[in-house]
């Protein structure tokens, strides 16, 4: 079935998730016309599952429905025309491809351990980024859901102190690859432009770094434990830390004209 590009795409979410600020970032920059639909976690599922889908982001367009956050950036690029946030030549491609399940297979998950273990006893901010634009009725009802939905995502996600730290040292490990990478000075991961495999490392790692300029709904700095505040600094302190927050600055507002 041909997309049809005129149909308005929604984007199902949550207002904090890291996974849906990579999705979002790709189609504001491919000037893709959506409305996003954030949701509070658990409420979430009501609206993904009816769209064939479980975890945000979901991009439903037209027929289509896109349940993964990789599946949704190479769609947008194939409707924009292609070869933006996936390069032309083929082994490029591959390279990009590779690095981007990396980031979404490792630092997505551990970051968001990690951030989880310290975030969630802050119930006063967590409820503040958790219910950003939801509908009321949610807003309404997450004073009363939060304590099962932290409780939930301890248990999903394996939060333990142990698990936290361990999280912590493999987000640590991104990090000085990256850092490896960045080393000879060039300006992007892989080739001479911004790819999906930027845009994924940024991206996954806003729950480490709190970056200002994104979509996703971040606590404040001041409003971190202190231990974090220390670590997301340090984080920051690196070149890989350093290369994620200039693309938020200079690459996140970019919205690159259409192709066709
Ligand atoms: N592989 C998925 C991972 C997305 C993901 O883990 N989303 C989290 C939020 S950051 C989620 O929705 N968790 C709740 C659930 O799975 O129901 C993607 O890239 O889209």
């Known amino acids: 079935m041909h997309p049809n590009p005129a149909a308005q795409a929604i984007l199902i979410t949550m207002p904090h998730s890291h996974y849906a600020e990579k999705a979002?970032?790709?189609?504001d920059r491919l000037a893709l016309p959506y409305r996003e639909e954030p949701h509070v976690p658990l409420l979430h599922r009501f609206a993904t599952v009816r769209r064939g889908g479980r975890s945000v982001p979901v991009l439903v367009h037209g027929a289509h429905r896109l349940t993964d956050?990789?599946?949704i950036l190479a769609y947008a690029d194939f409707l924009?025309?292609?070869?933006?946030?996936?390069?032309?030549n083929a082994e490029l491609k591959r390279e990009v491809q590779a690095l981007e399940e990396r980031f979404d297979m490792e630092l997505g998950p551990h970051a968001r351990r990690w951030a989880y273990a310290q975030l969630l006893p802050q119930r006063r901010p967590l409820?503040?980024?958790?219910?950003?634009?939801?509908?009321?009725l949610e807003a309404i009802l997450m004073p009363m859901i939060l304590p099962g939905v932290a409780r939930l995502i301890r248990s999903a996600l394996?939060?333990?102190p142990q698990s936290a730290q361990s999280s912590l040292e493999r987000v640590r490990g991104l990090f000085a690859e990256v850092d490896e990478r960045l080393r000879d000075g060039?300006?992007?991961l892989i080739g001479e432009r911004f790819t999906a495999a930027d845009?994924?490392?940024a991206a996954l790692a806003g729950p480490v770094l709190f970056p200002e300029g994104g979509g996703a709904a971040y606590f404040t700095l001041d409003e971190a434990p202190q231990s974090m505040r220390e670590e997301v600094l340090r984080l920051r302190d690196t070149e890989a830390g350093r290369f994620a927050l200039r693309l938020f600055s200079q690459e996140r507002r970019k919205v690159l004209g259409d192709s066709a």
């Open 199 to 201: 845009l994924s490392f």
């Open 80 to 88: 924009h025309g292609g070869g933006e946030l996936y390069p032309g």
């Open 69 to 71: 956050s990789s599946d």
């Open 127 to 136: 409820r503040r980024v958790m219910s950003r634009g939801v509908p009321r």
């Open 186 to 188: 060039r300006a992007f």
């Open 158 to 160: 394996r939060i333990t």
């Open 24 to 27: 979002r970032w790709a189609l």
